[in-house]
């Protein structure tokens, strides 16, 4: 299977295309799995479900978790609840008790997790589509299964970066077989041209599209970044932005 493990939609903060937008376009693009990995907010079974028979692919629920622009990420694959914790161990235990798969995205770059290894994730993301210059010391140092993932935000950063995957298309074969190892990462990181394409999109789609919502967030970003600046945060899963998605047009 051809799967991407780390795609954002906007349910994030800073990712311009809706759910459907981008399982739709990951069809087109012939994968045949995608991670919906929003920042803070646990995409929903029910929802994963539904998309997965309207576009026939699977829809993996993920999210990433940890504060969007201070915090070290880390992301949950095939989980049913959300949450939020300081602690890293805290965090990886409650996804191995859910029956799920941790992965440490772009451990190299300012806001990945260097000593993944040692902290007992599951999985490595050695290749971001996104942080080409994060992930050089990532490939073939370490023993543990490698994933690729696009870290898309916007729909033209898709379809360059994925894994490889023996599995036999289920959620649960899936998840065992990155588990296991049997799984590779493949194909590049996002063209520069591909990356640049997303500022447009975002401006036209998540900032001049809702100006009222682009402001509150960057309040809150900010309010977040301070509140963590006093050991203070707030940052939690359930407080993460509400959804607009739905109603961006189709292209
Ligand atoms: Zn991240
Ligand atoms: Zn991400």
Redesign the pocket.
């Known amino acids: 299977m051809k799967i991407d493990f780390h795609v954002h939609t906007n349910r994030s903060i800073d990712a311009v295309p809706s759910p459907r937008l981008v399982v739709k376009h990951a069809k087109k693009l012939g994968l045949n799995a995608i991670a919906i990995t929003d920042?803070n907010r646990l995409f929903p079974h029910h929802e994963a479900q539904r998309l997965s028979r309207e576009f026939g692919l699977l829809v993996i629920p993920g999210m990433?978790g940890?504060n969007?622009a201070v915090r070290k990420?880390w992301i949950a694959l095939g989980v049913s609840r959300p949450f939020e914790s300081h602690s890293i161990d805290t965090v990886l235990s409650f996804i191995r008790h859910e029956g799920g798969v941790s992965v440490a995205?772009?451990p190299h770059?300012r806001?990945?997790y260097a000593n993944y290894a040692d902290l007992g994730f599951d999985a490595v993301e050695s290749l971001n589509g996104s942080e080409p210059l994060a992930n050089t010391l990532v490939r073939n140092t370490k023993n543990m299964p490698e994933l690729g993932g696009s870290?898309a935000h916007a729909l033209p950063m898709m379809g360059h970066t994925w894994t490889r995957v023996e599995a036999d298309g289920t959620l649960d074969s899936v998840l065992e077989a990155v588990r296991s190892g049997r799984c590779t990462p493949s194909g590049t990181t996002v063209p520069f041209l591909d990356f640049l394409r997303f500022y447009p999109l975002y401006v036209r789609h998540r900032i001049l599209g809702e100006p009222r919502e682009a402001i509150s967030r960057a309040c809150r970003v900010i309010r977040e970044i301070r509140a963590l600046g006093t050991g203070e945060s707030s940052c939690t899963a359930v407080e993460y932005p509400r959804i607009q998605g739905e109603q961006h047009p189709s292209p």
């Open positions: 920042h990433e940890g969007i990420h995205p772009h770059a806001l990945g870290d």
